[in-house]
């Protein structure tokens, strides 16, 4: 009976523990990639109260970031194996890495245009009270961010 009550106490103590998580996860907005980006443009559209025009045109940054992320981590897997396999080798083949970089920063040189015009679209398309609204916010989050370290 004794085991019994303790698994007992154990279980509620682990379904109030899983309860606790989510609920202080909740509002984080982890997922994938395509639901963090609907659930900002659903948050920046209420925030800076978007009419549709602009609310569309918020969409194209999104699916253009996304697009992007599509674009960059297609070959994800094969640079990391060719990664892992130069670290195998007593000396670092430069050039091979050279070539992974130069690949890499093709890529965003090739979408960043296209990005950088979806926000300035986007970023037109705002009233003056939207875009004084929209720099504060930035610049609350880049002072918030300012100085700390991530290790990615």
Not at 114 to 139: K, P
């Amino acid at each position: 009976m004794k085991l019994t009550r303790r698994t007992l106490i154990y279980m509620t103590g682990g379904v109030l523990l899983t309860a606790g998580v989510v609920a202080c996860n909740h509002g984080m907005h982890f997922g994938s990639a395509e639901e963090r980006g609907e659930w900002m443009v659903q948050k920046v559209s209420k925030e800076l109260e978007l009419n549709e025009t602009q609310q569309a045109r918020l969409v194209e940054v999104k699916d253009e970031f996304l697009e992007a992320r599509r674009t960059m981590r297609s070959d994800r897997e094969q640079t990391r194996a060719d990664v892992l396999a130069m670290l195998q080798q007593p000396t670092l083949d430069r050039d091979k890495a050279n070539a992974i970089v130069s690949l890499h920063m093709t890529t965003i040189s090739s979408r960043s245009p296209v990005i950088i015009d979806a926000i300035g679209n986007f970023y037109d398309s705002l009233e003056n009270g939207q875009r004084a609204e929209l720099r504060e916010f930035i610049e609350h989050k880049m002072d918030h961010h300012h100085g700390r370290r991530h290790w990615y």
